[in-house]
């Protein structure tokens, strides 16, 4: 799942006007194992660079750095502000899936929570980033969980305030990566201790279908989704009604697709008959192999604007994936909702 999860970090071009004011985000996520050098990054394109993953050690719970990702991490900032000085770099802490223990086993603990807490402020302004991101922790059913989950957040910030006035450095950015919806059950996220400590939450917008789930294609990243509640429309009203406001909301979008085996490849709409993944074990294909490498292009490709999203059908693989036109409604939905930008 954590290959399916930084797919997305592959960085998207900028789809908004250099007239904007800067209060609107523009951020990308980078992965060491992804398929862009840092030099090759476009910087101009984005206000916000954002670095993944440090990981959180399931034994001290300090901030862990892999060593194959050290080098890139120590040169990171430097590298991206060679063509645009201005820009500003995070680096994001996974606590997802398999790690999820590691990080509510941290969370319950005060002394865990100080030693990932000073550890990760440390980590950061060693390697020159400008912010912290916490990445895709999910909503529990757990509301003891959910308390601690609150308690980590208001120590987390009252931790870079500290350090920032002891310091007198610019405070350090804190951002969250959360879960399209922000509950479980009846269960949700500590969503006052969000809305205070955190400068945004990106909404993951994406994985809602996946070939190695289901046995028909799907929109996994749906704007709309009329025959469900399982769709990014839904999920940011729900964060927005549970008391997030819409400007501390960030669009994820994706910039990867899932690709599924036909059963008669003469149906295929969203939601035709499917065998299980195609190309990848996963399904899962990065946007630039879509474009180069699956004959993308013509009569193949098409556009569902009442899910926004596009598909490509070659023989009997289907794609769904973002292009220029849903990438398009949906950076004016930002604008149109009042959310901060995209990722």
């Known amino acids: 799942m954590l290959f399916t999860i930084v797919s997305f970090l592959l960085l998207l071009p900028s789809l908004t006007s250099s007239s904007e004011v800067q209060t609107w985000i523009k951020e990308g996520y980078w992965y060491s194992g992804g398929q862009s050098p840092v030099p090759d990054i476009d910087s101009t394109l984005f206000t916000h660079l954002t670095f993944a993953f440090a990981y959180i050690n399931n034994s001290t719970y300090e901030l862990f750095i892999a060593p194959y990702d050290e080098p890139y991490m120590s040169t990171f900032t430097d590298i991206v502000r060679q063509k645009n000085p201005s820009i500003t770099t995070l680096l994001s802490i996974w606590a ?80 969250l990566a959360g879960h399209y919806l922000p509950s479980k059950n009846t269960a949700s996220y500590p969503m006052e201790s969000i809305r205070r400590n955190f400068d945004w939450v990106l909404i993951l917008s994406y994985f809602y279908h996946l070939p190695t789930m289901e046995n028909f294609t799907g929109a996994h990243s749906a704007l709309y989704d009329p025959s469900s509640n399982i769709s990014t429309d839904y999920g940011i009203k729900e964060w927005i009604s549970r008391g997030l406001p819409a400007e501390k909301i960030v669009f994820g979008l994706a910039y990867h697709g899932y690709t599924w085996t036909l059963l008669d490849p003469s149906a295929n709409e969203i939601g035709s008959p499917a065998t299980g993944p195609a190309v990848t074990s996963e399904g899962l294909i990065f946007y630039k192999f879509i474009k180069s490498n699956m004959g993308c292009d013509g009569e193949k490709v098409g556009y569902n604007s009442t899910y926004v999203t596009n598909y490509c059908i070659n023989g009997s693989v289907w794609i769904g994936y973002d292009d220029v036109e849903a990438i398009r409604t949906k950076v004016s939905y930002a604008k149109e909702k009042g959310l901060l930008g995209y990722n």
Not at 136 to 152: A, F, Q, S
């Open 96 to 175: 997802g899936d398999s790690d999820f223990s590691t990080f509510f086993s941290m969370a319950t603990q005060p002394s865990h929570r100080t030693s990932f807490i000073e550890s990760s402020i440390q980590r950061a302004r060693l390697y020159g980033f400008h912010g912290l991101d916490l990445c895709c922790v999910k909503p529990d059913t757990n509301t003891t969980k959910m308390e601690n989950m609150g308690i980590l957040f208001d120590d987390w910030r009252t931790a870079i305030d500290r350090e920032s006035k002891n310091s007198t450095r610019s405070r350090l950015l804190l951002t």
